[in-house]
């Protein structure tokens, strides 16, 4: 099933349709602010299995990140971490940066690993903040490739969904996405190191 949502302008009935869907433990394709992602609900562990099944990796060697939209949120998932890194994430986010952070003890739980970082985004994009704002948690997330060596990412909508239809349960048409994944910053040993450069600049 694809749904079509106006960023600017969300459809109260399509919102509620998605976020019926990340209840039920489904898996969700949505726009972000650099490429589509696909998810599930954070506190849905068979879902995250059947993502590690399309993406064809084993669930510890995937590299899935946490969707949130306001810092409160971390408590829950992340150990303390340093206040220059804090003002560091308030500055930049929302944006498309994805910030490393030691996770709790919530994380291996989750993943059913021993996985000791997590990967935090917070997307300058209204339909994904507006879902989290109806969900009231994270969502974890993972990119969406396009096996072509010349573009990397697919960011047709109508085209994600013919490729991916019968593997997940709804994808959103956000209108067309980046081709430029987001930036990584690694922040787990106190000082935040650029790990890939993508789509925006840090302001430090």
């Known amino acids: 099933m694809i749904v079509k ?6 459809s109260t009935k399509f919102i509620n349709r998605v976020v019926n869907v990340f209840n039920d433990g489904g898996l969700v394709i949505f726009p972000t602010d ?8 954070i506190k849905h562990i068979k879902a995250v299995n059947r993502i590690s099944m399309i993406k064809g990796v084993k669930k510890g060697e995937a590299n899935f990140s946490m969707i949130i939209n306001n ?18 994430m308030r500055k930049n986010l929302p944006g498309p940066f994805t910030f490393i952070l030691n996770a709790s003890s919530n994380i291996p739980k989750i993943f059913q690993t021993k996985k000791k970082t997590i990967g935090i985004r917070m997307p300058d994009n209204n339909i994904i903040n507006t879902l989290i704002d109806e969900l009231g948690f994270p969502i974890i997330t993972t990119s969406i490739r396009d096996e072509d060596e010349i573009v990397e990412y697919t960011t047709d909508p109508e085209l994600i969904h013919e490729k991916y239809a019968n593997l997940v349960d709804i994808v959103i048409d956000g209108g067309f996405g980046d081709n430029e994944a987001s930036t990584i910053v690694d922040c787990t040993s106190g000082e935040p190191v650029i790990i890939r450069q993508g789509k925006g600049i840090l302001e430090e």
């Open 71 to 88: 810092m409160s949120m971390l408590a829950d998932f992340t150990k303390p971490f340093e206040n220059h890194i804090f003002r560091l």
């Open 5 to 10: 949502i106006y960023p600017d302008n969300p």
């Open 34 to 41: 650099t490429i589509y992602g696909m998810g599930c609900g």
